[in-house]
């Protein structure tokens, strides 16, 4: 059983200026809750008790997020609002379940990860990437329920002039739901790519991988990257990809993110009935 997570949270967000130069991009909101809610609440439906935020600087407005807000509460008390009262107490962790860490340099996912090394003893974690949404099934979960060990990502096939947006997968023996990892490179040139099946911002990986974060080795864009330090595990562990079964949105594009918000809210049924009417009357 997987019992911890890490989100790294120290992004700097710059495809999202202005929004994201006081707002951290993680807290931007589709529908109603900020990105990084929904990857919580993934985690939490994976079984996931503990949550290791890994921030940085101009991120605090993350840690209040999940903490009570008394004046809030105190008002909503007085008057009455039981349903949003609810709402916001349900998302308060157990005390002691929700760790932060500074991350001082945006050095990369694998500098992140390896920042949280000593939240994390002898066991497999889950790492979660806000950015990346998905409607339908807890993905975490679907992959916990495969997991034996070794390290595990969430994998989707992507167009092949995509490929230097993700870290790609070399395929060995492929059922259609688990790939084998047999290599894997971050974001190569289409022309490079070893195949189309990219990696998805869902990870569970074996504590052997923090010891080859350690050596610091900077790798594409000069940053410490999770893909090398995974692929170096290549041979030495259990590796697959799992293609799950809800749908990604990339948050961290201004068209991600849109497609992200109307999906959501047509999979809203308070919305759904309204927004479909009008984008119908306003667009046809
Ligand atoms: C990160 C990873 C990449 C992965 C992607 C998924 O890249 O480095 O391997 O495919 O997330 O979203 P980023 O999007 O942070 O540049």
Redesign the pocket.
């Known amino acids: 059983m997987i019992k911890k997570a890490i989100f790294p949270v120290g992004g700097l967000g710059t495809r999202f200026l202005p929004a994201t130069k006081a707002l951290p991009k993680e807290m931007l909101p589709v529908v109603d809750k900020p990105l990084i809610q929904y990857a919580v609440e993934e985690a939490a439906e994976a079984g996931i008790e503990e949550f290791i935020f890994v921030t940085g600087r101009n991120k605090s407005a993350i840690e209040d997020h999940f903490d009570h807000s008394y004046e809030l509460e105190k008002t909503l008390i007085a008057k009455g609002k039981t349903d949003a009262l609810a709402v916001v107490h349900d998302m308060i962790h157990k005390p002691g379940s929700v760790s932060y860490v500074r991350q001082q340099d945006p050095a990369g ?1 694998g500098h992140a990860v390896w920042c949280a090394r000593n939240m994390v003893h002898d066991e497999p974690v889950a790492i979660l ?1 806000a ?2 949404l998905i409607l339908g099934h807890s993905c975490i979960a679907e992959m916990a329920a495969c997991y034996r060990g070794g390290n595990m990502v969430a994998a989707m096939n992507v167009p092949k002039d995509q490929t230097h ?3 790609i997968i070399t395929p060995g023996a492929d059922d259609g739901k688990l790939v084998e990892v047999t290599g894997l490179v ?2 190569p040139k289409s022309e490079d790519a070893p195949s189309n099946i ?4 869902r990870y569970i990986i074996d504590p052997a991988v923090f010891q080859t974060l350690s050596t610091g080795e900077r790798g594409a864009g000069d940053e410490i ?3 090398d330090a995974l692929a170096q595990q290549i041979g030495k562990s259990d590796f697959y990809g799992l293609r799950f079964s809800g749908e990604r949105f ?1 948050c ?1 594009s201004k068209l991600g993110f849109l497609q992200a918000n109307i999906a959501f809210a047509m999979a809203n049924e308070t919305l759904a009935p309204d927004l479909r009417s009008w984008i119908k009357d306003r667009f046809s």
């Open positions: 996912l990437l950015d990346d947006a993700y870290g971050e974001k990219a990696v998805v911002g990257q999770l893909t990339d961290g």
